[in-house]
């Protein structure tokens, strides 16, 4: 008995299970999006993260990894309820075939598992659908959870598309939005970013140091002329005192 699954997420870069072979290639008439909600891993229910999913669409073709696992039951139990706990936002598990770069009329594998969601938010609470890229950047940007943050994912991603050798142009265009919106200073929450406490601190300092000299400024002008004016009372006086009598 053996099973493969295909990979097009952080299964590509962290399968976290034992596996016997792995792959690169691609399934055909599917193409990955940034349409489900993450609530446990990289978000929260509060603000959920977005990660990939899996939407139809002829013709498109999904680059990832494929990863084999046999060597009995046991095996397969064990890594097959690691992938359902692991992949719990998907609802469904679809059965594909897998191609290879160098053989793209024949697939180099049938009944490939892979996980996928239903596109439907009445039925599939997970599912949050398409939305502008700079929505979806903002989103990315600045969700986080037990696992992580949802931007690092991105990267992630993108770093190992990158690797295989095959980038993916969605996956660039939204990551660099992402890194846009980091540029332009949102945190965690989604608010402006504050100055940091040395920058507060140095530049109250200065200002704090300004207003300390002006207000010392007449003080010293006074203590200046004063000192001045003493100097001269006593000059004359001792002068005075040296003339002869006439």
């Known amino acids: 008995m053996v099973f493969w699954v295909f990979g097009y997420g952080s299964l590509v870069w962290n399968p976290g299970f034992e596996y016997d072979e792995k792959i690169i290639g ?14 446990d891993h990289r978000g929260t229910p509060e603000h959920p993260a977005r990660t ?38 998907y609802d469904k598990k679809t059965l594909v075939s897998f191609y290879k770069e160098d053989d793209p009329s024949q697939p180099a594998i049938t009944d490939v598992i892979v996980f996928t969601s239903t596109p439907d938010k009445v039925s599939n609470k997970y599912y949050l659908g398409p939305a502008p ?14 696992c992580g943050n949802n931007r690092d994912y991105l990267f992630l991603l993108e770093k190992a598309m990158s690797d295989l050798g095959h980038e993916e142009d969605m996956v660039i265009e939204l990551a660099n939005e ?9 945190s965690t929450d989604g608010k402006p970013l504050k100055p940091s406490r040395k920058a507060t601190t140095t530049v109250d300092g200065k200002l704090q140091k300004k207003a300390a000299s002006e207000k010392k400024m007449p003080s010293l002008l006074l203590a200046f ?3 001045h004016i003493t100097i001269a009372v006593l000059f004359v006086a001792v002068y005075s005192l040296t003339m002869p009598l006439s």
Do not use: H
């Open 178 to 186: 992402v890194r846009k919106v980091l540029g332009n200073g949102a």
């Open 26 to 39: 691609y399934i055909k008439d599917y193409r990955r999006v940034f349409d489900l909600a993450c609530i």
């Open 225 to 227: 002329f004063s000192n």
């Open 133 to 146: 890229l700079e929505e979806m950047a903002l989103q990315i940007a600045t969700a986080f959870g037990p």
């Open 52 to 89: 990939c999913t899996l939407e139809d669409a002829e013709g498109a073709i999904c680059w990832g990894a494929v990863y084999c696992v046999r060597g009995g039951p046991e095996k397969e139990r064990l890594a097959m309820e690691y992938l359902e706990r692991r992949e719990c936002e």
